[in-house]
């Protein structure tokens, strides 16, 4: 980031003030131009004025050395700039000095200015080469994002730049809040910035891959049409290599003898690594639902699972899923690995339920999300480590609104009769009722 530096007058109403003296014909003509600074529409404004000689001497306005311009029937938006012109009295008027007295606006409100009162302050600035990503991520919430916020003893200035002063909630040029504001410029606020927008990169990725295929199908079906039926006899060796590639897959997946038991059998979460080892996105499969989640993504998209356990194969959101022998869960793409499947050290919670436990499940809102908040207890006699736990937050009908996972403990381990405490945040919704905790995985020590 890069530090400027900014000077200005806190009383002002208007700033930028600047005039033009044009003299022809014996007619002395200002040009007035200024920025009407936020506060609302102006509608008249009154300027405290002096004028001055090519010598520059005061020119007097009826004995006086100063003289008032007054300007009406206006519409001046906020943080819009304004230009008036007048004919000035006196033809020897060469420059004009101009302070402003009163404002008038729309609402009938008469502002005035009580003079200058200059402070001086720093802000940080962005450098998009340096933070860009950051920057783009600020400017999902605030398009105009310029700097880091920050508080003064007078007021504070918002991310976009804009000083406001203290009783001022909402930024009188963005719009947005001040909590909010300073909320999403902090550390937390940052992170979840950060985590959405690179979620929203990767979902437009997939969106696209699968928009791609959709096209690819239907571009598909339209050649089909095109087809004559001279090639029924190619059709007719493509299925039965399509027959024999079936047989090859019914013998490598693995068959279940019931619904319940494949249900069972996978329960818990399902992850998709990349080459280099990136987890990009998730599956969690709980009873007759198949949840994805991208990464850092609290929203829900929810599936309904008919299961083919006699074929080792399940259907979800149109998709069809397999299960191979060696305990992979593959679609048309990805092959999914389960956390806690035998190739991992850790076990998987479904066969001793008893032996991690949650007490003091409770839900706050804070800042625009939804806590959830608890305590994990160890009663077991062993000694666990990267207990990952799942938060389904659920609607008043027990459907599963959204969803948040989190580590409840890393690598230091829970040792027996020991408890830590939890929080799984999510967007604020107002159909979110109740959090039901479950543990996914858990390492043995």
């Given at each position: 980031?890069?530090?400027?530096?900014?000077?200005?007058?806190?009383?002002?109403?208007?700033?930028?003030?600047?005039?033009?003296?044009?003299?022809?014909?014996?007619?002395?003509?200002?040009?007035?131009?200024?920025?009407?600074?936020?506060?609302?529409?102006?509608?008249?404004?009154?300027?405290?004025?002096?004028?001055?000689?090519?010598?520059?001497?005061?020119?007097s306005i009826e004995g006086s050395e100063k003289f008032y311009l007054i300007f009406q029937n206006l519409s001046i938006e906020p943080n819009k700039s304004g230009k008036l012109t007048t004919v000035?009295?006196?033809?020897?008027?060469?420059?004009?000095?101009?302070?402003?007295?009163?404002?008038?606006?729309?609402?009938?409100?008469?502002?005035?200015?009580?003079?200058?009162n200059i402070i001086e302050y720093d802000i940080d600035k962005f450098e998009r080469y340096k933070e860009g990503e950051l920057l783009t991520a600020l400017r999902e919430y605030e398009p105009s994002t310029i700097c880091m916020p920050k508080k003064l003893d007078v007021g504070w200035v918002c991310l976009c730049g804009y000083f406001n002063k203290g009783q001022v909630i909402n930024c009188l040029k963005c719009n947005k809040k001040k909590d909010e504001t300073f909320f999403i410029c902090s550390e937390e606020g940052k992170i979840k910035a950060l985590d959405e927008y690179r979620n929203n990169k990767e979902k437009e990725r997939v969106r696209k891959i699968e928009e791609n295929k959709r096209n690819h199908r239907k571009s598909r079906q339209r050649k089909i049409k095109w087809i004559s039926a001279s090639l029924l006899g190619l059709f007719a060796a493509i299925a039965i290599f399509v027959f024999a590639k079936h047989i090859f897959i019914t013998n490598t997946r693995t068959i279940y003898n019931s619904e319940n038991e494949m249900k069972d059998s996978l329960h818990g979460f399902w992850t998709f690594y990349t080459e280099l080892g990136d987890d990009l996105f998730y599956f969690y499969i709980n009873d007759n639902s198949l949840i994805h989640l991208f990464k850092s993504d609290d929203t829900i998209y929810q599936y309904d699972i008919v299961w083919h356990p006699s074929k080792g194969s399940f259907t979800a959101g149109g998709d069809d899923y397999i299960v191979t022998k060696d305990g992979f869960i593959i679609d048309d793409k990805y092959t999914y690995i389960k956390d806690g499947s035998p190739t991992s050290l850790c076990v998987s919670n479904e066969d001793d339920e008893s032996e991690i436990d949650f007490f003091n499940i409770e839900l706050s809102s804070i800042a625009g999300n939804t806590i959830c908040t608890g305590t994990v207890v160890n009663k077991s006699d062993h000694t666990y480590s990267f207990i990952k736990i799942i938060g389904n937050?659920?609607?008043?009908?027990?459907?599963?609104?959204?969803?948040?996972?989190?580590?409840?403990?890393?690598?230091?381990?829970?040792?027996?009769?020991?408890?830590?405490?939890?929080?799984?945040s999510v967007n604020k919704d107002p159909d979110i009722a109740s959090c039901e905790v479950e543990v996914v995985n858990k390492r043995l020590n």
């Amino acid at each position: 980031m890069v530090s400027e530096h900014f000077k200005i007058d806190i009383n002002a109403y208007i700033t930028n003030i600047q005039c033009n003296v044009n003299y022809s014909n014996g007619i002395a003509t200002a040009e007035i131009t200024f920025n009407n600074l936020g506060y609302g529409i102006i509608t008249a404004i009154k300027f405290n004025s002096r004028g001055f000689n090519s010598f520059n001497d005061i020119v007097s306005i009826e004995g006086s050395e100063k003289f008032y311009l007054i300007f009406q029937n206006l519409s001046i938006e906020p943080n819009k700039s304004g230009k008036l012109t007048t004919v000035l009295s006196n033809p020897n008027i060469k420059k004009l000095e101009l302070i402003e007295d009163q404002i008038c606006l729309s609402d009938g409100s008469v502002l005035n200015y009580e003079g200058e009162n200059i402070i001086e302050y720093d802000i940080d600035k962005f450098e998009r080469y340096k933070e860009g990503e950051l920057l783009t991520a600020l400017r999902e919430y605030e398009p105009s994002t310029i700097c880091m916020p920050k508080k003064l003893d007078v007021g504070w200035v918002c991310l976009c730049g804009y000083f406001n002063k203290g009783q001022v909630i909402n930024c009188l040029k963005c719009n947005k809040k001040k909590d909010e504001t300073f909320f999403i410029c902090s550390e937390e606020g940052k992170i979840k910035a950060l985590d959405e927008y690179r979620n929203n990169k990767e979902k437009e990725r997939v969106r696209k891959i699968e928009e791609n295929k959709r096209n690819h199908r239907k571009s598909r079906q339209r050649k089909i049409k095109w087809i004559s039926a001279s090639l029924l006899g190619l059709f007719a060796a493509i299925a039965i290599f399509v027959f024999a590639k079936h047989i090859f897959i019914t013998n490598t997946r693995t068959i279940y003898n019931s619904e319940n038991e494949m249900k069972d059998s996978l329960h818990g979460f399902w992850t998709f690594y990349t080459e280099l080892g990136d987890d990009l996105f998730y599956f969690y499969i709980n009873d007759n639902s198949l949840i994805h989640l991208f990464k850092s993504d609290d929203t829900i998209y929810q599936y309904d699972i008919v299961w083919h356990p006699s074929k080792g194969s399940f259907t979800a959101g149109g998709d069809d899923y397999i299960v191979t022998k060696d305990g992979f869960i593959i679609d048309d793409k990805y092959t999914y690995i389960k956390d806690g499947s035998p190739t991992s050290l850790c076990v998987s919670n479904e066969d001793d339920e008893s032996e991690i436990d949650f007490f003091n499940i409770e839900l706050s809102s804070i800042a625009g999300n939804t806590i959830c908040t608890g305590t994990v207890v160890n009663k077991s006699d062993h000694t666990y480590s990267f207990i990952k736990i799942i938060g389904n937050f659920k609607n008043s009908a027990g459907r599963a609104v959204k969803v948040a996972w989190t580590y409840a403990v890393g690598n230091e381990g829970l040792d027996p009769g020991e408890s830590v405490k939890f929080t799984l945040s999510v967007n604020k919704d107002p159909d979110i009722a109740s959090c039901e905790v479950e543990v996914v995985n858990k390492r043995l020590n």
